[in-house]
């Protein structure tokens, strides 16, 4: 599992805003995050922010064109009455079980889809199709490896990520495999990515690990 999946909840309801993130963070791979649905462009568009997806509670609807653009094509879950919109939408009041398989459905519709991108500092990383855009409009081709390990990285939301772990979660081996393998993709990786790769601003080593910086 790649780390948790954060989902903005665009709500003014005080009682979904407490009790639907704590569901979420009960058994499933997603982190609910309550902002106030005028709030919901400026935190999308924040790098630190990380949002795989953002929930949007139906009374919030004339939201929906500034979300859009800020959205960056990431999936908008409208939760209520949706025919007054095009978004997909999911009945109140909201199931967990139901939530999470639309969800899930919904991610991995836009994940495999050519214009999926993920901002990491000045770029765009593309999963589906293993691409790095640079500022500039280059194209970095990156191998199924270095696409897993910015991903994993990427959901682990800031976190510093040990060397075994990514060894587990992108490779599937035992924390007892020399880490050498990891730490070769991580030097060709940062020779794509980085424009000083000896001085990483982006892909940064911790302490026992690595740790994706949101903006360089």
Known sequence: M???????????????????????AQGTEYRAEPV?????????????ARIDATLLDAPA??????????????????LGDGAASELPSLPKPVRLAALVSRMNALLAAFE???E??????????????????????????LTEKEAAILLYLHRAAGRA?????????VWGYSAAVATHTLETHIYRLRRKIEKAP???RLLVTEEGGYRLEPAP
Not at 3 to 19: K, S
Not at 62 to 68: A, Q, T
Not at 130 to 139: N, V
């Open 112 to 114: 495999a889809s050519p």
């Open 36 to 48: 106030a649905p005028g709030d919901g462009a400026a935190r999308l568009m924040d790098p630190l």
């Open 61 to 78: 609807l004339e939201w929906v064109e500034p979300l859009r653009a800020a959205s960056g094509g990431r999936p908008i879950l409208l």
């Open 161 to 169: 990520v040990s060397r075994a772990e990514l060894l587990g979660e």
């Open 116 to 141: 999926a991108g993920i901002r990491m500092g000045g770029h765009f990383f593309h999963p589906a199709s293993r691409l790095m855009l640079t500022p500039e409009g280059s194209r970095i081709r």
């Open 198 to 200: 000896e001085l990483a």
């Open 2 to 24: 790649a780390g948790p999946r954060h989902l903005l909840l665009l709500t003014e309801d005080e009682a979904l805003a407490a009790i639907l993130p704590a569901q979420l």
